[in-house]
T-cell receptor, first 116, second 114 residues
Framework: EAQVTQNPRYLITVTGKKLTVTCSQNMNHEYMSWYRQDPGLGLRQIYYSMNVEVTDKGDVPEGYKVSRKEKRNFPLILESPSPNQTSLYFC???????????????FGPGTRLTVL | ELKVEQNPLFLSMQEGKNYTIYCNYSTTSDRLYWYRQDPGKSLESLFV?????AVKQEGRLMASLDTKARLSTLHITAAVHDLSATYFCAVDYLSGAGSYQLTFGKGTKLSVIP
């Protein structure tokens, strides 16, 4: 089954304790991205990756890191989480945007993070 | 910076009525997406609109794209309760770094009441 998986789905942590949210897709997609969703603000892009070893900042990258060492995985790293990073996080993937017939993005189930 | 504005942000409508959600964006793009999100769930793709004048329909929903006006509409026909959800439009554009970024509107929360 084609899917994007995220782990963990729920996480409560404390300020300053490093954490990683994993994201994996099985559709051989080149493009992967991370979003955070906050009430009244919609979804905002944190980081995205056009392919292996190619990553770029989205609209709200401060406090986050990513890596893309394999095509299928795109982990989101919070080195020193703070309470303002409490949010719902979504990973998404697609074939390369800009190509004729570009596909839509497929979203993971979400990770609800609370930083105390 | 690309701005994507949806209106209305909240919509309460009666079953059986028609209504339109609007999505305006601020810079040139030929690709616009509509998503649906149910409470506590992930986003589900509804439509991908890839060219000026594109129109797509699925059940009671119809989406259109006017790239010259930088406007997309999502029209709801004869609403039913099952359509209650939050609807997002999103636009992708070529960033200065030569890669594509996707920007979302803030969403329209639709409630269909009997």
């Amino acid at each position: 089954e084609a899917q994007v998986t995220q782990n963990p789905r729920y996480l409560i942590t404390v300020t300053g304790k490093k954490l990683t949210v994993t994201c994996s897709q099985n559709m051989n997609h080149e493009y992967m991205s991370w979003y955070r969703q906050d009430p009244g603000l919609g979804l905002r892009q944190i980081y995205y990756s056009m392919n292996v070893e190619v990553t770029d900042k989205g609209d709200v990258p401060e406090g986050y890191k990513v890596s893309r060492k394999e095509k299928r995985n795109f982990p989101l790293i919070l080195e020193s989480p703070s309470p303002n990073q409490t949010s719902l996080y979504f990973c998404a993937s697609s074939f390369k945007p800009g190509l004729a017939g570009a596909d839509t993005q497929y979203f993971g189930p979400g990770t609800r993070l609370t930083v105390l | 910076e690309l701005k994507v504005e949806q209106n209305p942000l909240f919509l309460s409508m009666q079953e059986g009525k028609n209504y339109t959600i609007y999505c305006n964006y601020s810079t040139t793009s030929d690709r616009l997406y509509w998503y649906r999100q149910d409470p506590g769930k992930s986003l589900e793709s509804l439509f991908v609109l890839l060219s000026n004048g594109a129109v797509k329909q699925e059940g009671r929903l119809m989406a259109s794209l006017d790239t010259k006006a930088r406007l997309s509409t999502l029209h709801i026909t004869a609403a039913v309760h099952d359509l209650s959800a939050t609807y997002f439009c999103a636009v992708d554009y070529l960033s200065g770094a030569g890669s594509y970024q996707l920007t979302f509107g803030k969403g329209t929360k639709l409630s269909v009441i009997p």
